[in-house]
């Protein structure tokens, strides 16, 4: 089968590979512009693009898609199958005409399960012990499409978002790879999504990765896990001198033991121990990062600045 592959992450990436690496052909590969990044505005190009160009692909990157003169270029290549995964654009339904079966996409979620831009995150962050790929017909409407395959995984318990994301790649290149093969034989049947089962999972903003004390231990260490490898959790602290420091948060656990202690107090900064109190029982913080400053371990935290139980961290300031 002819197929254009669309998408921009490390998500995409794997399933790029997968299918120019299986018996079908890459017409093209589509992505975002190549962009300054950093402080030094240097142009990085994106995994996808320089997958595409390791690869040798056809590589195109318009501004948008569903702009007309990119749909008739689109028209001309005659393709199959649009293949699209971690692309950051909704493709509209002329779009989704330049080929002869439509298109698919590869979701990070069980469908109709947290639709949107950030599903690993906001399952993650809900506390969720399963996920999954989904591989859906594509309409205009986010993450609306039929179902055509589905796969569930479990989430393990100290796993970040960053590094959920990186193993569901690879299943969802596997099974983007299947429904092609199926697909290109017929075999594929669409499972109609349940409206009243859908759950949303916007795209992340710096202020999710906030850390609100008044929530329980448990909830905030999925929030942790969550929010990495972007925006990463943070609080503020008020320094004895009436500075103000804002902290990341990288790793941490619970303390089982119940807090008497208002939320946000530290019950407990000795011997390498960093505990402050949530709604329920402790938090205890094991790896973080202070702005300015490399990632630490509690202990090293608390060698360099003066702490002690009964400060309080903020959840702002």
Same mark, same amino acid.
């Given at each position: 089968?002819?197929?254009?592959?669309? *998408?921009?992450?490390?998500?995409?990436?794997?399933?790029?590979?997968?299918?120019?690496?299986?018996? %079908?052909?890459?017409?093209?590969?589509?992505?975002?512009?190549?962009?300054?990044?950093?402080?030094?505005?240097?142009?990085?190009?994106?995994?996808?693009?320089?997958?595409?160009?390791?690869?040798?692909?056809?590589?195109?990157?318009?501004?948008?898609?569903?702009?007309?003169?990119?749909?008739?270029?689109?028209?001309?290549?005659?393709?199959?199958?649009?293949?699209?995964?971690?692309?950051?654009?909704?493709?509209?339904?002329?779009?989704?005409?330049?080929?002869?079966?439509? *298109?698919?996409?590869?979701?990070?979620?069980?469908?109709?399960?947290?639709?949107?831009?950030?599903?690993?995150?906001?399952?993650?962050?809900?506390?969720?012990?399963?996920?999954?790929?989904?591989?859906?017909?594509?309409?205009?409407?986010?993450?609306?499409?039929?179902?055509?395959?589905?796969?569930?995984?479990?989430?393990?318990?100290?796993? =970040?978002?960053?590094?959920?994301?990186?193993?569901?790649?690879?299943?969802?290149?596997?099974?983007?790879?299947?429904?092609?093969?199926?697909?290109?034989?017929?075999?594929?049947?669409?499972?109609?999504?349940?409206?009243?089962?859908? =759950?949303?999972?916007?795209?992340?903003?710096?202020?999710?990765?906030?850390?609100?004390?008044?929530?329980?231990?448990?909830?905030?260490? %999925?929030?942790?896990?969550?929010?990495?490898?972007?925006?990463?959790?943070?609080?503020?602290?008020?320094?004895?001198?009436?500075?103000?420091?804002?902290?990341?948060?990288?790793?941490?656990?619970?303390?089982?033991?119940?807090?008497?202690?208002?939320?946000?107090?530290?019950?407990?900064?000795?011997?390498?121990?960093?505990?402050?109190?949530?709604?329920?029982?402790?938090?205890?913080?094991?790896?973080?990062?202070?702005?300015?400053?490399?990632?630490?371990?509690?202990? =090293?935290?608390?060698?360099?600045?003066?702490?002690?139980?009964?400060?309080?961290?903020?959840?702002?300031?």
């Amino acid at each position: 089968m002819d197929v254009v592959v669309m *998408g921009n992450g490390p998500f995409a990436a794997p399933m790029l590979r997968a299918i120019a690496e299986s018996g %079908h052909s890459v017409k093209l590969v589509v992505t975002r512009p190549d962009r300054p990044q950093g402080k030094k505005l240097e142009i990085i190009p994106g995994p996808v693009a320089s997958l595409a160009r390791e690869l040798h692909l056809p590589l195109e990157q318009p501004e948008s898609v569903n702009d007309p003169a990119y749909i008739a270029r689109l028209s001309e290549i005659k393709a199959d199958l649009l293949v699209v995964a971690d692309f950051g654009q909704i493709l509209n339904n002329a779009a989704l005409a330049t080929t002869k079966l439509g *298109g698919i996409n590869v979701h990070a979620s069980l469908l109709p399960k947290y639709r949107g831009a950030a599903p690993v995150a906001w399952a993650i962050y809900h506390g969720e012990a399963t996920t999954g790929i989904s591989i859906i017909r594509m309409t205009p409407e986010l993450d609306g499409g039929g179902v055509l395959l589905q796969r569930e995984l479990s989430i393990e318990p100290e796993e =970040t978002a960053g590094e959920l994301e990186k193993r569901l790649s690879i299943v969802g290149a596997e099974l983007a790879v299947e429904a092609i093969d199926q697909l290109s034989s017929g075999r594929l049947e669409v499972i109609v999504q349940d409206r009243s089962l859908v =759950t949303k999972a916007p795209r992340l903003r710096k202020e999710d990765g906030l850390i609100d004390w008044k929530r329980t231990a448990t909830a905030i260490c %999925h929030q942790i896990r969550a929010m990495q490898p972007w925006p990463i959790a943070y609080f503020d602290w008020r320094k004895p001198n009436g500075e103000t420091l804002r902290i990341q948060v990288t790793k941490a656990g619970v303390e089982t033991s119940p807090s008497i202690s208002p939320p946000g107090t530290i019950v407990e900064a000795k011997s390498g121990k960093l505990i402050v109190a949530s709604s329920d029982c402790g938090v205890s913080i094991q790896r973080l990062k202070p702005a300015g400053k490399k990632e630490m371990d509690a202990a =090293t935290f608390l060698n360099g600045y003066r702490i002690q139980a009964g400060d309080t961290f903020a959840s702002s300031q």
